[in-house]
């Protein structure tokens, strides 16, 4: 009987499969979209909201390690899309793939030359006079150590799944211990490539989401019959192990951000600038999931208490790190948060 329940699973699982693959409209980042400034590999997207409600835009910070594309993953899929159909205009800054001529690249370089810049052009696009920045993952560690250096006006700052305080780090915790005590010597792997390819990316993370791979692997045998249950597997299966090249020399400082704990601890300098967390005053809304294997609760609320935004919360919501990206509609605590923080036209 179970043989038999298999074989069928297997048999469904092959149709939807060979139906959703010779779909032509099967493909991520449909959200109409414009570029509006590009330097090197980024380019600085602008998502032009069909029903505008609010002056201040979105300005959107994804992780250096995956593709921002899990922002826009599929109509119906999108965060880009629901914050349109929100009201909001959004502006997404992707990074791009950094090649071997980028081995230089600094995080100094990511935050000043990158986001920064990109910053100052989403206001002149927008001819707004404030913004919404919202970081997700390690886009949110860059969209914080901005924040606490940069002049542009910031009205509201959200954190998605965004590790602040690495002190009790469960990611990727088998070799994380043994670089801190020196027993790996990841200075000189990094100088060997100079960019840290996207296959020794994805090899070393996958020790991390092993667990949540095959769960999302037994969900698909689970659902095999349901169409539309493949299709969102397939997609999130692409963007998992879709990972990109690594600048070393980001790597190497982000190593010692992780090591020394330098964010919490305000030691982390910025061309010249110390990042004090307390110099961040903009409205402040940090969230975190239940299921996050990745980005625990403990690694994230430590920044409520560190800055100095007099309009500051912490929300707890259902899922798992990215799942939010992914459901299509944005968490009624977010939008009415983000609804009462945004001057209507």
Not at 108 to 123: F, G, M, N, S, W
Not at 177 to 199: L, M, T
Not at 221 to 241: G, H, I, P, T
């Amino acid at each position: 009987m179970l043989n038999n329940q298999s074989q069928l699973g297997e048999g469904n699982l092959r149709e939807n499969l060979s139906n959703i693959m010779n779909d032509p409209n099967f493909r991520v980042g449909q959200t109409k979209k414009e570029i509006v400034w590009k330097r090197n590999k980024a380019t600085l997207y602008y998502y032009p909201s069909k029903s505008k409600k609010y002056k201040i835009p979105l300005f959107l910070i994804y992780s250096l390690i995956n593709e921002s594309y899990i922002l826009d993953l599929y109509p119906g899929m999108s965060m880009i899309e629901a914050f349109g159909q929100e009201g909001y205009d959004v502006y997404l800054l992707d990074f791009g793939k950094p090649g071997y001529e980028d081995h230089d690249l600094t995080l100094d370089d990511y935050i000043i030359k990158y986001i920064q810049t990109a910053v100052k052009k989403t206001l002149v696009h927008s001819e707004a006079t404030e913004l919404t920045i919202i970081g997700y993952c390690l886009g949110g560690t860059l969209a914080t150590i901005y924040t606490a250096i940069c002049d542009e006006p910031v009205k509201n700052l959200i954190l998605f799944a965004t590790p602040i305080d690495f002190e009790r780090s469960p990611f990727l915790q088998t070799w994380s211990f043994a670089v801190k005590r020196g027993d790996i010597d990841i200075d000189s792997v990094i100088d060997a490539y100079g960019v840290i390819p996207a296959k020794l990316v994805y090899l070393a993370l996958k020790m991390a989401i092993a667990p949540i791979t095959f769960t999302s692997y037994m969900s698909l045998m689970e659902r095999a019959d349901d169409e539309e249950s493949v299709r969102k597997w397939l997609l999130f299966n692409k963007w998992v192990k879709g990972h990109i090249p690594f600048a070393g020399a980001t790597l190497k400082q982000l190593i010692n951000v992780f090591k020394e704990n330098q964010l919490i601890k305000d030691q982390l300098i910025i061309k010249g600038n110390k990042v004090k967390l307390a110099c961040i005053e903009s409205n402040l809304l940090v969230l975190s999931t239940t299921g996050d294997q990745i980005v625990p609760e403990h690694l994230t609320t430590p920044i409520v208490e560190k800055v100095s935004s007099a309009d500051k919360q912490f929300k707890r919501l259902k899922g798992g790190h990215v799942t939010i990206a992914m459901r299509g509609e944005i968490p009624i605590e977010m939008v009415n948060w983000l609804s009462e923080r945004s001057d209507l036209i």
